[in-house]
């Protein structure tokens, strides 16, 4: 295997896998590298929001994402531990497609630019070499180096700091006591995901993505290809009983705590194989675009799955990232250069929707919101709908 490249990304999710592609369009030796194997079920809502539609386009892959045979969602039915549904528009054609496909799809399109993809390899160090990295892999109980210009963090939202050592904290400042007694005080999530049927179509959610709101979490349902509806939850942990230890279980506990829910959830059965967990989750509160290398995706810190647009922020983040990279390697720009330009436009696109995300993720789950919210909505649905674009990517911005 050849070891020595322009570009490594590491982590072929939605992030990793368009940016490899674009790296590799341009020319650029590249590797996309994932400590996993694929194609393989990811905790998500599985709806890609108009947003992100817009985004694959930018990226000419429209024709293959429709190729997947994804399903059309036009609205938002919005359920509180009690009252009747709030209803809003979607701003735009948002779509359902399974993580199976589409991160298979995105990571094929990558290796049709040219990037290789090496799957089943954990990184395990980021280490500052002369004019660039070494990185080491270990695969199937050896390690490999590959050295590369640059590295772009796209690993998720799983804070992989540690594996830049004594390094990382000096540049975070801080340390780890700081580190830890930020994270004592964050809720501590489960994200757990399954795909379903219903025996009569017209039992499903159709064009609708459903988000339903209970003490302890909430849960999404939307269709997505071969008539099959995704099911995905956040739930506090210290709220799951500790019998409930399957994806199906937590689903079925969860479902008991809203009326809505449970009578959605009473014939659906579950797609065997199709269940995943993931945890802790942890929502970001600022973006943090770089650290050490440039971050990408969840890596820069992820908003909340509510607002179902964690995937045209890797996105988008993929595409500002690539176009500014391929300036640095064509020696236009300094390092620095690029670190700048890239944490301004971060910073200034994605503090929003993370800000509001997180806003509007709180009053959802407040104890008061069933009793105001769907009166407040009806009364004034312009308001509703404003909050619901303070939590989303400006489109304008993306043609930027
Ligand atoms: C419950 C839930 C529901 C959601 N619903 C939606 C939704 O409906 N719509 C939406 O747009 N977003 C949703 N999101 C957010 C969305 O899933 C993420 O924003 C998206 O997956 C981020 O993509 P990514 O490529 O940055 O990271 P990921 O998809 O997490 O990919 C990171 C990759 O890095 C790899 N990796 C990690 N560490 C290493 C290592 N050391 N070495 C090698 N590889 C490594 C991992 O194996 C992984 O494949 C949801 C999230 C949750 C938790």
């Not at 735009?92 to 496909?101: F, K, M, P, Q, Y």
């Not at 799957?119 to 390690?143: D, F, K, L, N, S």
């Amino acid at each position: 295997m050849r070891t020595d490249y322009d570009a490594l990304v590491l982590g072929a999710g939605v992030a990793g896998s368009s940016m490899a592609a674009m790296l590799a369009a341009q020319g650029w030796s590249t590797a996309l590298m994932d400590r996993q194997r694929f194609p393989k079920h990811k905790v998500c809502g599985e709806f890609l929001s108009p947003e992100s539609r817009l985004m694959l386009s930018a990226m000419g892959l429209t024709e293959k994402v429709e190729s997947l045979e994804p399903h059309v969602i036009s609205r938002i039915s919005l359920f509180l531990a009690r009252g009747g549904p709030i209803e809003l528009p979607l701003p735009g054609t948002a779509i359902g497609v399974s993580r199976h496909r589409l991160d298979a799809a995105l990571q094929r399109h990558a290796a049709a630019e040219g990037a290789l993809l090496l799957q089943g390899g954990t990184v395990t160090a980021v280490i500052p070499y002369e004019h660039g990295y070494i990185v080491h892999v270990r695969q199937g109980g050896e390690v490999i180096e590959v050295t590369a210009r640059i590295v772009v963090a796209a690993w998720g939202a799983g804070g992989q700091g540690r594996l830049f050592g004594r390094y990382d904290n000096q540049v975070e400042g801080g340390g780890r006591r700081k580190q830890r007694s930020v994270l004592a005080h964050e809720r501590s999530s489960v994200g757990v995901k399954s795909h379903f049927v219903w025996p009569r179509s017209t039992d499903s959610p159709g064009d609708a993505v459903e988000l339903y709101f209970f003490p302890g979490g909430y849960l999404g349902i939307n269709g997505i290809e071969c008539g099959r509806c995704n099911v995905a939850a956040l739930l506090d942990r210290e709220d799951i009983p500790r019998s409930h230890t399957t994806v199906e279980g937590m689903l079925k506990e969860a479902a008991s705590r809203n009326a809505a829910l449970q009578r959605r959830m009473r014939d659906a059965q579950l797609v065997q194989g199709t269940e995943a967990a993931v945890a802790p989750v942890r929502i970001g509160k600022h973006p943090a675009p770089w650290r050490n290398i440039p971050h990408i995706g969840d890596a820069i810190g992820r908003i909340p799955p509510l607002c179902g647009d964690g995937m045209s922020m890797g996105l988008r983040s993929a595409q500002l990232c690539a176009a500014y990279a391929h300036r640095y390697l064509a020696g236009e720009w300094t390092y620095e250069q690029w670190r700048m330009a890239y944490t301004r436009a971060i910073s200034s696109q994605f503090s929003g929707p993370l800000r509001w995300g997180k806003a509007v993720e709180g009053m959802l789950r407040h104890p008061a919101a069933s009793r105001l919210l769907p009166g407040l909505a009806k009364l004034a649905p312009r308001l509703a709908c404003k909050f619901v674009e303070a939590t989303r990517l400006r489109i304008s911005s993306l043609s930027e």
